[in-house]
C-alpha cells in the first residue's frame, strides 16, 4: 500500500521478519517470508484440531490492509482448528483462498487475474474461494467471471465462515457469505499468528464514514466494535504467549465505542491494554482525523507504554478537496489535532495518507496539499493516485483529472516527502533508541527493529540471539526511508 512508507505499515504483522537482508538501506520492514527465528508461528490457546478435514491442506494468499492480513490470520486459525494443515505453494493445496483488496482498481485486477491462474484447478480437485472485499464488492458475479470458484464470503460476513466451510466440506459445490447487515465482528478462539512478538488485534470492524470516494463502509459494512473485555481477554493472552507489542486495529480505531456496559472510551482502553502485565509497547492504527482528541494525546503522555506514533491520514490539504471527498473536517480543522500532538510533552511522530487527483483538484488544490506537507512535516506517508472505485458517490463525478497528471502530481508530492524525511531522519543521527528487535541479516553482526516512533532501523551488536528483544541503539546514519545504528548498553 505505501509508496513512500518505509515502516510498511500493511507488512506490521501477519508477515515477518526473522533473516531478513539487511543490505538496502531502503528496505521495508518486513519481508513476506515466513519466520525461521526459532519460535514458531502462534496459534492461540485452544487451537485443537477438531478435525472434520484431517489431510486436507490450504494456502492463503492475502492482498491489502493490515486488517486483511489479521482476517487472514483468524481465517487460517479457523482451518487448523478444522484440521486443514496450511502450506505454502497453491499447488500443494486442497483449498486455495485470495484474502482480497479492493480500495483500488488495480487491487481488485490483481485478484481476476490470480483467479485466471487458476482455471483448471477444479477439474484437478482444489476448490477455490474468494475472501474479503472483492468478495463482497462482486458478489455472486464472480461465479459468473469465474466459474471454477467456490466460496465467496465477503470480510463482513467472516462470523459465519466455519459454516460455509462445513457447507464446502459437505461437497456443497457453491457457497456464499455476502451479508453487510450484522452487528457481530469476527472473533474466534482461535488465530494463528504470524509474527511471534507483535501481534494484531481488531478492535472495530466496518465504517460508517461516507468518504466519498472510498468502497469500505459497502465492502466491510458498518462499524461494530469489540467489547473491552473481550479485547482486554484477548490482550493477556497475547501476553501469556509471549507478545509483547499489540497493535489495535480499526479503519476508524478511535471511533471505537465499547458496546459492554463498561462504555470505556477509546482512551481509557488504550491505558487498560497498555497496562496488562507484559505487554511493553501498544499501537492503534487508523486514526480518523474527526474523532481524535485531546484525552488520546493525554493518554500518550501518560503512558509510555503507547507507542509515539500516530497515523492520521489527511487525504488533501485542501478544504474544497476534503469538502467534496465528505472527510468532514477542514485543513484548519485538521491542522488543530495536528497542534495538539506537536504539543505533547513527549515527541509523537506523525504519518498520513493523501489522494492525488480527486476530481475537480485544481493545481491550487495540490499547491494547499504540498503545503500542508511543508507546514506538517510527516514523518512518513502513503500516496496513492485517485482510483474511481463501484458504488462511491465520487464515481459519478466530473473533472477527472488524467492518469498522466495524477501520476505527475503523485511524484512531485513523492519527491517532496523524501526530502522532508531525510532532513527528519537527518535529524536524529546521536540520538538513542529502544528498538524491538525482528530481524537479522546473513551479515553478520547486523539486526533490525522497529522503534515506538515505528521508524526501521538496521544496527549492528555483537551479541548474539537478539530476536524479539528490546535493545537500545544509537542512530549513526540516515536516509530518507530508515536509520543505521549500532547497539549500545
Ligand atoms: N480509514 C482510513 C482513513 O479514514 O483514513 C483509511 C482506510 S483506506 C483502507 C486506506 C487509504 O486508501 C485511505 O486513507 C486513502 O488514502 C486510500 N484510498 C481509499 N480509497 C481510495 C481510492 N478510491 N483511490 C485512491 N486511494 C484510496
Ligand atoms: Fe474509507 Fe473514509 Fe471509512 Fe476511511 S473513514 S475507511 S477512507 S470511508
Not at 504483522?13 to 543490505?23: E, F, P
Request: aromatic fraction near 6%; charge should be neutral; charged fraction near 25%.
Amino acid at each position: 500500500m505505501a509508496e513512500t512508507f518505509d515502516i510498511s505499515l500493511n507488512s506490521l504483522a501477519g508477515r515477518s521478519a526473522a533473516l531478513q537482508d539487511l543490505s538496502s538501506e531502503c528496505a521495508p520492514a518486513l519481508p513476506q517470508s515466513q519466520v525461521k527465528n526459532g519460535r514458531a508461528p502462534q496459534t492461540a490457546p485452544f487451537a485443537t484440531a477438531t478435525s472434520p478435514r484431517s489431510g486436507a491442506t490450504f494456502f492463503l494468499e492475502t492482498f491489502g490492509c493490515q486488517m486483511n492480513d489479521h482476517d487472514s490470520e483468524k481465517v487460517a486459525g479457523v482451518l487448523l482448528s478444522r484440521g486443514y494443515k496450511q502450506v505454502e505453494s497453491p499447488d500443494a493445496a486442497s483449498l486455495v483462498l485470495y484474502n482480497t483488496c479492493s480500495i483500488r482498481e488495480k487491487a481488485a485486477q490483481k485478484v481476476f487475474s490470480r483467479l485466471g491462474e487458476y482455471r483448471t484447478k477444479q477439474a484437478a480437485g482444489q476448490v477455490i474461494g474468494v475472501l474479503g472485499c472483492v468478495a463482497q464488492q462482486e458478489g455472486e458475479e464472480i461465479f459468473t467471471r469465474a466459474p471454477w470458484v467456490s466460496l465467496v464470503c465477503g470480510s463482513a460476513s467472516y462470523r459465519k465462515l466455519p459454516e460455509l466451510l462445513a457447507q464446502l466440506e459437505a461437497g456443497n459445490p457453491r457457497v456464499t457469505g455476502l451479508e453487510t447487515d450484522t452487528d457481530e465482528t469476527f472473533e474466534t478462539p482461535v488465530t494463528r499468528r504470524d509474527n511471534p512478538w507483535r501481534a494484531y488485534l481488531t478492535i472495530i470492524e466496518g465504517c460508517d464514514k461516507a468518504c466519498a470516494y472510498c468502497v469500505v463502509p459497502f465492502t466491510r459494512g458498518p462499524e461494530r466494535s469489540r467489547a473491552s473485555d473481550s479485547v482486554l481477554k484477548e490482550v493477556r493472552e497475547l501476553a501469556e504467549l509471549g507478545y509483547s507489542e499489540v497493535q489495535l486495529l480499526g479503519q476508524t480505531v478511535n471511533s471505537y465505542a465499547d458496546p459492554s456496559h463498561r462504555r470505556m472510551r477509546f482512551s481509557e482502553l488504550l491505558l487498560a491494554v497498555a497496562d496488562v502485565p507484559g505487554m511493553r509497547r501498544v499501537r492503534f492504527t487508523t486514526s480518523h482525523p474527526r474523532d481524535f482528541g485531546a484525552d488520546i494525546v493525554a493518554a500518550l503522555e501518560a503512558q509510555p507504554k503507547l507507542c509515539n506514533h500516530v497515523h492520521l491520514p489527511v487525504q488533501s490539504g485542501s478544504t474544497k478537496v476534503l469538502r467534496e471527498m465528505v472527510r468532514t473536517y477542514t485543513r484548519d480543522e485538521y491542522l488543530e489535532k495536528i497542534a495538539m500532538l506537536r504539543e505533547a510533552r513527549r515527541p509523537i511522530a506523525i504519518t498520513t495518507d493523501v489522494i492525488v487527483g480527486f476530481p475537480g483538484e485544481t493545481e491550487r488544490d495540490f499547491a494547499e496539499t504540498l503545503g500542508l506537507l511543508e507546514e506538517v512535516r510527516y514523518d512518513s506517508l502513503f500516496s496513492f493516485k485517485y482510483s474511481p472505485r463501484p458504488n462511491t458517490p465520487s464515481l459519478a463525478m466530473r473533472d477527472a483529472i488524467s492518469e498522466e497528471e495524477k501520476s505527475r502530481r503523485l511524484t512531485v508530492l513523492q519527491e517532496k516527502q523524501r526530502e522532508i524525511q531525510s532532513q527528519r531522519n537527518a535529524s536524529l543521527v546521536n540520538t538513542r533508541f529502544e528498538v524491538l528487535v525482528s530481524g537479522k541479516s546473513r551479515r553478520e553482526n547486523q539486526w533490525s527493529g522497529h522503534t515506538s516512533c515505528h521508524r526501521v532501523i538496521n544496527f549492528t551488536s555483537q551479541e548474539q540471539n537478539l530476536l524479539g528483544t528490546y535493545v537500545h541503539v544509537l542512530v549513526t546514519g540516515a536516509g530518507p526511508n530508515s536509520l543505521v545504528g549500532e547497539q549500545v548498553t
